[in-house]
Each structure stands twice: as C-alpha cells, then as structure tokens.
C-alpha cells in the first residue's frame, strides 16, 4: 500500500478471495487506489506485464512441490518488462538450520505470539504451529515452508529465466550471509 501512496501504479494478487476482499477493505480506508485480482501465483496473469514483481514477508516455499516454487519465479520471469526485477524476501533457510529454535514466545503490537516448531532437514521445510493471543483469545494456525539457503534460490532464479541474482541480507543492503536473518534476492532476465 506504501507504493501506492506514493503514486506507483499497483496491483495486488492472491488465490483468497477473503483476503483480497480484505486488502480491499485496508486500501479503501488508507485512500490508495490498488488494482486487485484473483490469481494463483503459479500462473502468469494472462496479458499483464510489470516492471516489479514483490514476493515479501516469506509467500515463497509454501507449495508442497519444489517444482511449483520454480513455476511461481517463471510466471514472475514471464510477466516482467524488459529490464523489469523480481524481488523475493525469504526468511534465510541457512540461518535457521543452524540455529533452529523448537518454540519461541514474542509480542506484536498488543498480541502475544507462541510458535512451536518442527524441522524436517531432509527436506529442508519447516513446520510452524503459531498461537496468536490477542485480548483473551487466541487462533492457531498451522504452516509449512520449504527453507532456501542462498545458493539453492540462485539456482532456482537462474532456472525459471532469471540471468542475474542480487542478494541482500536486510532491507538495509547489507550482505546476505549464511547467519543473515533474511534472503533478500533481487532478480533480472
């Protein structure tokens, strides 16, 4: 929603009509104007093209298949303009397998947050039980995502098309180093 407040043309896509109706709802009361469409990020959106595709907050490695993760970074490669980038922000997958942590309690805002966790390292994916407790009650949620170290999404990037990978360790440009908290990979043809 920041890039639309600063004027960039912006358009929105999830597989959950609930949550679309949801962004709707958060773009309306921020006075934004956001194109929204219903799509699975596996497919290219038939006939749209951009010069920035966003993957943030961790959306990448949540498919049970590798192979459906390669078809997200191939749409993306597909709907960009010439010169166009993809960014992916992914929590670091070498990080967390080195210093794995089975349950962590933190705050966000006024919820207080219980995450139990399970690492397959075979496979590379982690399971996420998170208890969200906000006022009295609480919702749990179950997730599974597939770590991915810096050299394994490089050479996903460059199989879906992409020809050069930039990688940052934060928002701040540092380097993404094997203890890096996150993989911010920026990505073009």
């Known amino acids: 929603m920041e890039l639309a407040r600063r004027g960039y043309s912006v358009t929105g896509v999830d597989l959950s009509g609930y949550m679309l109706a949801v962004a709707r709802e958060r773009a309306e009361a921020r006075g934004v104007d956001i194109r929204f469409l219903e799509g699975d990020m596996r497919e290219p959106l038939a006939g749209e093209r951009f010069d920035l595709v966003l993957n943030l907050f961790t959306s990448f490695g949540y498919f049970a298949d590798e192979p459906d993760d390669r078809r997200v970074a191939t749409a993306a490669a597909t709907m960009l303009d010439p010169g166009g980038r993809l960014l992916i922000e992914l929590i670091n997958g070498e990080r967390v397998m080195k ?19 399970w690492l397959d390292r075979g496979s590379r994916r982690m399971t996420v ?13 179950v997730h599974v995502v597939r770590l991915y170290g810096r050299q394994e999404l490089v050479a996903l990037l460059a199989t879906a098309g992409f020809a050069q990978v930039r990688l940052f360790g934060d928002w701040d440009g540092s380097p993404a180093t094997a203890d890096a908290l996150q993989i911010i990979a920026v990505a073009s043809s």
Do not use: I
């Open 99 to 117: 210093n794995f942590q089975e349950r962590e309690w933190f705050t966000v805002g006024d919820a207080a947050v219980m995450e139990r966790r």
């Open 129 to 141: 039980e998170r208890t969200v407790d906000r006022n009295g009650g609480d919702a749990t949620s």
